[in-house]
């Protein structure tokens, strides 16, 4: 796994680290940097997901934390004027996401979110390398599954006569 030179180390380090980078380019290029390939912005499966993994039957969001409504954070802060119309919305967006990720899930996705807030540079690293250790959860449960199947086939030919 460890293959990485010091120096393409550094750079996936500094491409994490640039000030500026929209939340998912960081992402993006954290994983591309791991050897995951993806596709972005799927846009035949619903919300359009930000990253996809096929491979890994996962689909990534990269929430901001005001737009979908982040319960708990403090960057999700009503305004003060207009107060019931910006409720509204944001509930809006809110029931949008759980229909969306219930439909994925319905179609056989694991669903990953991150928050932008997650993503703030003291807490990056965490959330990043979090975001690994759950898509290799997610890898071997798929391929468990896989091989749990291919067991029951095999007992079953020898059951028969
Ligand atoms: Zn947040």
Redesign the pocket.
């Known amino acids: 796994m460890d293959r990485l030179s010091k120096e393409q180390r550094h750079r996936n380090m500094a491409a994490i680290h640039n000030k500026g980078t929209k939340p998912e380019v960081m992402v993006r290029k954290f994983l591309f940097s791991r050897g995951f390939r993806y596709r972005i912005n799927h846009h035949q499966l619903p919300g359009k997901p930000d990253i996809v993994l096929r491979k890994y039957n996962t689909c990534i969001f990269i929430n901001g ?1 005001f737009w979908h409504g ?1 319960d708990g ?1 403090k ?2 802060v009503i305004p003060k004027t207009r107060t019931e119309f910006w409720h509204a919305k944001i509930e809006r967006n809110k029931e949008r996401d759980s229909e969306n990720k219930q439909q994925l899930a319905s179609m056989g996705w694991h669903c990953i979110t991150i ?4 993503l703030k540079s003291k807490v990056r690293e965490v959330t990043l390398e979090s975001l690994l250790y759950t898509l290799s959860l997610i890898f071997l449960k798929n391929h468990q599954s896989k091989s749990y199947e291919q067991l029951e086939d095999s007992s079953l030919m020898v059951a028969e006569p």
Do not use: A, K, R
């Not at 928050?115 to 997650?118: A, F, L, S, Y």
């Open positions: 934390c982040h954070c960057y999700f928050w932008e807030c997650q």
